[in-house]
């Protein structure tokens, strides 16, 4: 489930960084935040992070003694 968050979180990413040449091109940080809000791939940067650590801190990895 964590690798799953992970790749969700990475296709997200990759997308908000590609965006943010918007601001190289003229656009303020208010407008690139306006514009970025009512992107896909801002929920899937954060719904893959949110997912990944969920599944990272909520099932440990059992040790054998």
């Known amino acids: ?4 968050g992970i790749i969700i979180s990475a296709i997200g990413g990759i997308g908000v960084i590609g965006y943010s040449n918007l601001v190289v091109s003229g656009y303020s940080m208010y407008e690139y935040w306006f ?3 009512t992107r896909v791939e801002l929920y899937l940067f954060a719904g ?4 990944a650590m969920i599944s990272l801190t909520r099932f440990p990895r059992k040790r054998k003694k």
Do not use: C, H, R, V
């Open 1 to 4: 489930m964590a690798l799953i």
């Open 35 to 37: 514009f970025i809000i």
């Open 48 to 51: 893959g992070l949110l997912l």
